[in-house]
Each structure stands twice: as C-alpha cells, then as structure tokens.
C-alpha cells in the first residue's frame, strides 16, 4: 500500500511530484512505522535511518538498476510499481518479480552480491528511498527489526523466483500464464465492477516476459479467455471477471 504524504494541514500536496519528493525530507516516522522493514523499530530508530536516506522519482519504463551495475544503494519503495527483470544468456527478457510499494529492493548484499543480480524498471511512475549500500551491514547490526524484518523479506523472495523457476520448468503455457495472472491480482490487484484489474500498465509482452513464452501465445490465450469472459483485455490494462475460472485454468490437467 502506497505510503500517503501529507502537508501540515492533513491535506495532501497538490503540487507537482517534485514538491512531493521535497516533502520526504520531514516524513514522519508513524507513515513508515507499519512497513516491515520499520515495524519493529522506536520511532527515534526510524528517524535515524530516514535521515541517511534521499529521495528520487522514476518515471515510468525507467530503469533504477541494470543487472551487473555495482550495487551502490538499496531502495524503500514508498510509491509505485517495480518490476524485476533477468536477462538470459541468449538476450531474452524475463520478469522473475514485482515489487509492491512498501518494500524493499535492490539489497545485492543481503544475496551476497557486490553487483545487481537483475534489473529493476519502474513500472509507473514510482518514488523511492535511497541508502549508499555501505549502511547495509550497520542496519542489520543496529536494528535487530530491521534485520529480522529483511530476512524475511529475502527468504520470500528466494521461493517466490525458486517457484517461477519450477512452473517454467514443469507446467504447460496456459498454467504459467493463468498462475502468472492470479498472483498479480492477488498481490497488487484492485477490485472494479468488471472484477479484479492488475494495478498497474501490463502489456501482453509483459506478460510473455513472466511465463517464459511468446507474444503470441499469451495474445491467443488472452483472445480465448476474453472470449470466454474469464478475463478483459485492453490497452496496458487487465481485469480477471471470473477468477474462480482462472485458478481452474493454472491447475495441472487444465483443459486447453
């Protein structure tokens, strides 16, 4: 969930986002208090970090970090969507993640990395907290929350590539693409009148991207799902009408 800024009247700035990025400066530590990486923490424990911390914006299809860039800062996603992309050995893209606002990203050091593993876009446009990655180890060894809180977070995020690793590996296309689709509403979807939207732009190559196949095959999925009324597709946008139909469709021995 979004992390909602605002002015010293309780209204929320109206302004251009860069009057917003100004305001981080004086967050107040209650906004960060329920994120994970920040729950366990006084609020004079979250202080410290925020004032160690800067502020960028990234517009969306911006890149934040390409993979095997030196991993010079990690990032708190206060707003907006990020996805994480891999590139194959033969140049293909995959998206192996997608990254909620309220968590963290780009930790290279907590995987032991002195380089970024992949690369991260923004998906929409997005607000960010920087740290230099030096202040990683001092975090971990200062604030027992903040470290708890980040393990946790890399242990989910290992299953969750080890799982998309295993669905590539062992599940026909339409399962892949069909799972694929029921995490991005069970994670960042928004209900409608038509149902439940992905919230945020996701094309079909965007999709192709996540489950390993092509284009092709996710638009003659697509077309057949429409067609059917499991789901509506237009442009950048997807609503799941009938879930219950889809989480038929990502069960093995799925009829195609």
Same mark, same amino acid.
């Given at each position: 969930?979004?992390?909602?800024?605002?002015?010293?009247?309780?209204?929320?700035?109206?302004?251009?986002?860069?009057?917003?990025?100004?305001?981080?400066?004086?967050?107040?530590?209650?906004?960060?208090?329920?994120?994970?990486?920040?729950? &366990?923490?006084?609020?004079?424990?979250?202080?410290?970090?925020?004032?160690?911390?800067?502020?960028?914006?990234?517009?969306?299809?911006?890149?934040?970090?390409?993979?095997?860039?030196?991993?010079?800062? *990690? *990032?708190?996603?206060?707003?907006?969507?990020?996805?994480?992309?891999?590139?194959? !050995?033969?140049? !293909?893209?995959?998206?192996?993640?997608?990254?909620?606002?309220?968590?963290? *990203?780009?930790?290279?050091?907590?995987?032991?990395?002195?380089?970024?593993?992949?690369?991260?876009?923004?998906?929409?446009?997005?607000?960010?907290?920087?740290?230099?990655?030096?202040?990683?180890?001092? %975090?971990?060894?200062?604030?027992?929350?903040?470290?708890?809180?980040?393990?946790?977070?890399? &242990?989910?995020?290992?299953?969750?590539?080890?799982?998309? *690793?295993?669905?590539?590996?062992?599940?026909?296309?339409?399962?892949?693409?069909?799972?694929?689709?029921?995490?991005?509403?069970?994670?960042?979807?928004?209900?409608?009148?038509?149902?439940?939207?992905? !919230? %945020?732009?996701?094309?079909?190559?965007?999709?192709?991207?996540?489950?390993?196949?092509?284009?092709?095959?996710?638009?003659?999925?697509?077309?057949?799902?429409?067609?059917?009324?499991?789901?509506?597709?237009?442009?950048?946008?997807?609503?799941?009408?009938?879930?219950?139909?889809?989480?038929?469709?990502?069960?093995?021995?799925?009829?195609?």
């Amino acid at each position: 969930m979004a992390v909602k800024i605002r002015n010293s009247c309780g209204e929320q700035p109206t302004g251009h986002v860069d009057r917003v990025i100004s305001m981080m400066r004086k967050l107040d530590e209650s906004l960060l208090s329920h994120l994970a990486p920040f729950a &366990g923490l006084t609020r004079d424990e979250i202080r410290e970090i925020l004032d160690q911390a800067s502020t960028q914006r990234f517009n969306a299809g911006e890149s934040i970090f390409d993979e095997g860039a030196v991993a010079e800062r *990690f *990032f708190l996603l206060l707003d907006g969507y990020v996805r994480v992309v891999r590139i194959t !050995d033969g140049g !293909d893209h995959v998206t192996v993640l997608h990254i909620p606002s309220g968590q963290l *990203f780009g930790i290279a050091s907590a995987l032991g990395h002195t380089n970024y593993p992949a690369t991260s876009i923004a998906v929409s446009e997005s607000i960010t907290l920087a740290w230099p990655m030096r202040l990683w180890s001092d %975090f971990e060894a200062r604030y027992e929350g903040f470290s708890t809180a980040t393990q946790r977070a890399v &242990g989910k995020r290992m299953t969750d590539m080890h799982d998309r *690793f295993v669905e590539m590996a062992t599940q026909q296309v339409e399962q892949r693409v069909a799972n694929a689709l029921l995490r991005l509403i069970n994670q960042m979807g928004r209900k409608t009148d038509q149902g439940i939207e992905v !919230d %945020f732009p996701i094309t079909r190559q965007d999709l192709s991207q996540m489950t390993g196949t092509t284009l092709h095959t996710v638009s003659r999925l697509l077309s057949a799902w429409e067609k059917s009324g499991i789901v509506e597709s237009r442009r950048k946008h997807i609503v799941v009408s009938r879930p219950q139909d889809l989480v038929l469709k990502a069960k093995p021995g799925a009829q195609h």
